[in-house]
C-alpha cells in the first residue's frame, strides 16, 4: 500500500512537469510576462553588428608634394578617430615600387587600397588581383578597370583653366605678347594631358606669347632647380605656368633669389596649396592657383566619406568628378585664413 502511494506521487509530479513545459511552449517563450526572449536575442545580435572597420593601405606618387602628403595626414586622422587604421606611402612615381606597395597591401589584409597611381596600365592586374581578395580599390585621379571608385579631374580641361588664366595675364599685361616657361611633369600619364592642356590654353588664347622653356617638376626642390636654370637661359621669361603647386612653390622662390620678380611676373598652377595661397597674400608671383575639391582637410573628408561608404556596402557611382576653382587675388579671401 506504502509503494502504491509513492507510486502515485512520483507519477503526480512527472505529469505536472510536463504540463508546465507544454503550457510554456504553448504560449510566449518568456511565460506569462509576455515577453519574447527569441526576439530579444535577434535584437541584441542586431543591434550589435559591428560597423565595418576600415584598415587602409594607401599609396600615392609623391610625398614630397605638399597636397598629397597633407591630405594622407588628414586622412589618417581621419581614420584612427574611427578606430580605423592606414599606412600611406609613396612611390616616387616609379610603378614598380608602386606594384610591391599594392602586393604588401593584399599581404596585410587591409580591406581598402588608396592608389594615386604612377602608372595606370601597370596597376591594373595587381589591383584585380587586390579586389579578387575582397579589397576595395579607391582610385585617386585615373580612370582604371580594376577598381571600386574613381575619383577624377578632366586633367585637359583643368590644363586649359591654367593656360587660359596665364594668356589672360599676358595679354592684359603684355598685350598678348611675351617669353613663357611651362613646368609639366611627362613621368605620369595624367600630367602629360593637363601640360598638353597648358599648351593650349596659351596658345588659343595669347597667340604671340612664345613659350621658349618647357622642364618637369612637381614638388618644390625640383621647381626651384629648374625654374633656376630656365631664368639663366631665358631671362625675359614673364610667366610660368606648372602643372601643379608643388612647382609652382619652387618656381616662385627662384623668381625672388634670381632678382627677376617684378609686379608684372606671373605664376599660374593647380593645387591651391597654402604655400601658394600664402605667397599670392603676399602680392609673391603665384597669381593663380586652381582648387581641386578644397584644401586637404576637405580632400580627407570627401575621400573618407567614399571610403567608408565602400566598406560598408553602400552604392557608389564608378566615376566621380572633382570640383574645380580658379583662386586669384580676387576671391582670395575665400579660401585664405
Known amino acids: 500500500m506504502k509503494k502504491r502511494f509513492l507510486s502515485i506521487l512520483v507519477c503526480v509530479a512527472v505529469l505536472v512537469t510536463i504540463l508546465a513545459g507544454c503550457g510554456a511552449a504553448a504560449g510566449d517563450p518568456a511565460g506569462p510576462s509576455g515577453n519574447s526572449t527569441a526576439g530579444k536575442s535577434a535584437e541584441v545580435k542586431d543591434n550589435d553588428t559591428q560597423k565595418a572597420v576600415l584598415k587602409v593601405g594607401m599609396t600615392v606618387n609623391d610625398l614630397s608634394n605638399q597636397i598629397f602628403a597633407s591630405s594622407c595626414e588628414e586622412l589618417k586622422k581621419l581614420i584612427e578617430a574611427d578606430g580605423g587604421s592606414i599606412t600611406y606611402l609613396d612611390c616616387k612615381s616609379n610603378p614598380a615600387t608602386q606594384i610591391q606597395e599594392v602586393e604588401n597591401f593584399i599581404s596585410s589584409g587591409v580591406n581598402v587600397i588608396v592608389i594615386q597611381p604612377s602608372e595606370a596600365k601597370a596597376l591594373e ?167 581641386i575639391t578644397g584644401g586637404p582637410d576637405k580632400i580627407a573628408a570627401e575621400i573618407h566619406s567614399w571610403l567608408k561608404k565602400l566598406i560598408s556596402g553602400e552604392p557608389v557611382e564608378k566615376k566621380i568628378y572633382r570640383d574645380t576653382t580658379p583662386v586669384t587675388k580676387d576671391n582670395l579671401n575665400q579660401y585664405y585664413k
Open 125 to 291: 592586374t595587381v589591383l584585380g588581383q587586390a579586389r579578387e581578395a575582397g579589397i576595395k580599390v579607391f582610385c585617386w585621379d585615373e580612370d582604371i578597370e580594376n577598381s571600386d571608385v574613381n575619383w577624377l579631374i578632366d586633367n585637359y580641361a583643368l590644363g586649359k583653366i591654367i593656360g587660359e588664366q596665364a594668356a589672360k595675364w599676358i595679354n592684359d599685361k603684355f598685350k598678348g605678347e611675351c617669353e613663357v616657361a611651362v613646368l609639366d611633369y611627362p613621368q605620369l600619364e595624367i600630367l602629360v594631358k593637363r601640360g598638353s592642356g597648358i599648351v593650349d590654353g596659351i596658345k588659343e588664347n595669347a597667340p604671340n606669347a612664345k613659350i621658349v622653356a618647357k622642364s618637369s617638376a612637381i614638388n618644390p626642390t625640383e621647381g626651384q632647380n629648374k625654374t633656376e636654370t630656365i631664368l639663366q637661359a631665358n631671362p625675359n621669361i614673364k610667366v610660368i605656368a606648372c602643372i601643379g603647386g608643388g612647382g609652382a612653390v619652387g618656381a616662385n622662390e627662384a623668381v625672388k633669389a634670381s632678382g627677376k620678380f617684378t609686379d608684372d611676373f606671373g605664376i599660374f598652377a593647380a593645387d591651391a596649396t597654402n604655400e601658394e595661397l600664402a605667397a599670392m597674400s603676399k602680392n609673391e608671383a603665384i597669381r593663380m592657383s586652381v582648387l
